[in-house]
């Protein structure tokens, strides 16, 4: 023992303390994350904890990618491939709000603020001014940055329920606008938008391609996004925002990070809606809209790009399966939002926690050499 | 129409509403710092009780104002229990739960609560059956009804009810303490869940209350007018400083004044959009309020 307190210093005599510190700092952001990293409240049943073992394994990820993208090889049924795309639409939206609440705990209620936005940018660009459809795409993403340089600048100084409710304002000033404004086309919306070009295709199949490759890489961004350094960042804001300031994160920063990145999800997302839909009205992107992304995100699982994947595919999926009797599923879709953060908080298919495997086991081995000298 | 003391008038009005609805959000805020989004929909609610009394006891009732305190009453005592379950069930056992999770339950009893009611009554909008127009007069160069005069001295009566209920009773000094510490008052021998039960309980009232009036006023109600007004009132209690309920007062006075003035200014479809990017406006330059206080975070 005494040995190995002795080792890591090179300069040996000049004390335990130093060496204990050293190693503190160099260990630092992995312990701490290893405490963040556990779960929102209780133990996870280990059925759920093997079945999101099997969801993160990327060999399965890789085989929903490649089937999505085979969709229209396979049936290239008109109403499967309209459907298919709404879904894949939604994934990213929930993919996109899992930034801001799964990883980094904010809660936003007007996630279809920035949905509107996209949407409306590249329609207006493409509609009025003729603009080839991928050429609004960063122009779309310059409004979408600045809508929440907007919200997010003054509210994220505050108290993470603020931004709730300011969030939820903003989705209603956004849709009230695009009612009122001419050049938005008012309460009737714009139509005629554009595609990205059929490649050859029947047109919807090339929309549909289009979206699967799109969503399926944004998808593999946001779940890398939160393994690196930045989403070890944004768990520990999540759990503990004092500790992390403590620690030397910017939380402002880092949360600004976070709603950044969700706002340009949601645009991009609107682009991909505005090209499928053809046409968009105010009424698209009402709370409803914000509260079913939400749903999705909080039901398949805070935090776990699978299970929000699931979460979103359910969501979007269910009401083509249960037609009619919407206010039945709203109000179903409320209870259960209630029972699952009582019941089960970190969602059906949580988030594993803790560092990924690999990297633990690369950190014994380095260690082991020298435990062995010594 | 845009005379000066008539926009004064109709702001005044419409902040009464306001009030009654932001001192239900800033009363529970105050106590334990929840931000209880259904709380526009206990208004809603409120509104929905208001016409099931009317439609199961109008013939007894008649018409009139009597008719409409004895529904609001009633409306009361069943948006105030509401609110008392509401908390027991949903709230209750999240009380040591993240921050997050309360909120998002927050959101789903809203929806819950909407959509509940949308399947009950029917999505479409219903009519209140109840007459309380009366007559008008001028003053000041601004035309007033009985019915809004009415209104809102029943408003102001409860507000100063309250207002003496916080600040002179037994509950209302436990609440007082609960909400500065509740921890010390568990160690002093307060019943911290019943002060918390009854502080849901004045506030789901006081919100039901309104959604009675409001009803009468507008003469329909429907499952989605809590949603807005929700958002105001809690516009209305982060001007006055939350948690502190005579800036809650305050605030949706201002806000209703600034409504007001805003709608002359830029047309009425602009009127929320006024409201919410003063909320924007208003935290940014001054989040603690006007009669907040600083308030430090606490580890």
Not at chain 1, 8 to 14: F, M
Not at chain 2, 27 to 34: A, D, E, F, T
Not at chain 2, 49 to 75: H, Q
Request: hydrophobic share 55%; with cysteine; proline share 4%.
């Amino acid at each position: 023992m005494v040995m190995n307190n002795e080792l890591p210093t090179p300069s040996g005599e000049v004390g335990e303390e130093a060496s204990a510190y050293a190693r503190a700092v160099d260990e630092r952001g992995q312990a701490n994350v290893a405490l963040a990293g556990h779960g929102v409240g209780r133990p996870r049943a280990r059925l759920a904890g093997a079945l999101s073992a099997v969801l993160a394994s990327r060999w399965l990820g890789a085989v929903v990618a490649v089937l999505a993208v085979a969709l229209p090889l396979l049936n290239a049924d008109t109403y499967l491939i309209r459907i298919a795309t709404d879904a894949l639409i939604f994934v990213m939206l929930a993919v996109g709000l899992n930034i801001v609440v799964g990883y980094c705990g904010l809660l936003d209620l007007g996630y279809a603020a920035f949905f509107a936005i996209g949407a409306y940018t590249s329609g207006v660009l493409a509609t009025k001014f003729g603009w080839p459809l991928l050429a609004t795409a960063p122009v779309v993403v310059v409004a979408a940055v600045a809508g929440g340089l907007l919200i997010g600048g003054p509210t994220l100084r505050l108290r993470s329920d603020y931004l709730a409710i300011v969030t939820l304002g903003f989705g209603e000033i956004i849709r009230i606008t695009a009612n009122n404004l001419d050049f938005t086309g008012g309460p009737n919306g714009l139509y005629g938008i554009p595609d990205f070009g059929d490649f050859g295709l029947r047109s919807d199949i090339a929309i549909y391609w289009v979206t699967a490759v799109v969503v399926c890489v944004a998808v593999l961004f946001a779940s890398r996004l939160g393994r690196g350094k930045l989403g070890r960042a944004w768990r520990f804001v999540r759990e503990d925002e004092d500790a992390a300031e403590a620690m030397g994160i910017h939380t402002y920063k880092v949360k600004f990070a976070a709603y950044i990145a969700g706002a340009v999800f949601g645009g991009l997302a609107g682009v991909l809606f505005a090209a499928h839909q053809t046409a968009i009205s105010p009424p698209s992107f009402n709370f409803l809209w914000s509260a079913l992304i939400l749903m999705a995100v909080v039901l398949g699982g805070m935090g776990s790009t699978p299970g929000v994947v699931v979460g979103a595919l359910a969501i979007s999926l269910l009401p083509e399966l249960l037609r009619g009797a919407e206010n039945w599923r709203y109000l179903i879709f409320g209870l259960l939002l209630i029972a699952v953060m009582i019941f089960r908080p970190q969602g059906l298919l949580p988030a594993r926690t803790g560092e990924p495997k690999p990297r633990r086991r690369f950190g014994r081995a380095a260690r082991k050499p020298s435990e062995v000298e010594a | 129409m845009h005379n000066l003391a008539q926009l004064v008038f109709n702001g005044l009005f419409v902040g009464s509403f306001y009030a009654l609805v932001a001192l239900g959000y800033s009363m529970v805020y105050g106590i334990i710092k929840l931000l209880n989004f259904a709380h526009g929909d206990i208004y809603m609610l409120g509104a929905f009780a208001g016409l099931t009394t009317l439609s199961l006891g109008s013939g007894a009732l008649g018409g009139g104002f009597l008719a409409l305190l004895v529904i609001m009453l009633v409306a009361m005592l069943a948006t105030g229990t509401f609110g008392v379950v509401l908390e027991r069930v949903a709230y209750r056992p999240l009380r040591n739960a993240p921050r997050l999770s309360v909120l998002i339950t927050a959101v789903g009893a809203s929806f819950a609560l909407e959509y509940g009611i949308a399947v009950a009554y029917g999505p479409n909008p219903r009519v209140y059956q109840i007459g309380v127009s009366g007559g008008a007069f001028e003053f000041a160069g601004a035309r007033l009804t009985y019915a809004q005069l009415a209104m809102m001295a029943v408003a102001v009566v409860l507000m100063v009810a309250l207002d003496a209920l916080v600040r002179r009773t037994r509950t209302g000094r436990a609440m007082r303490a609960v909400a500065l510490d509740p921890k010390a008052c568990l160690l002093m021998g307060i019943n911290v869940d019943r002060v918390i039960s009854r502080t849901f309980f004045l506030g789901s009232a006081l919100a039901g209350a309104a959604g009675v009036m409001a009803g009468a006023y507008y003469g329909k109600v429907d499952f989605l007018m809590g949603f807005t007004i929700g958002l105001k009132a809690f516009t209305a209690a982060v001007i006055g400083g939350i948690g502190n309920m005579r800036g809650a007062v305050l605030g949706a006075l201002v806000l209703g004044l600034l409504e007001s003035f805003g709608v002359a200014l830029f047309g009425s479809q602009w009127r929320d959009v006024f409201a919410f990017a003063f909320l924007i406006l208003f935290l940014t330059l001054r989040p603690t309020g006007l009669l907040g206080e600083r308030v430090t975070e606490r580890v």
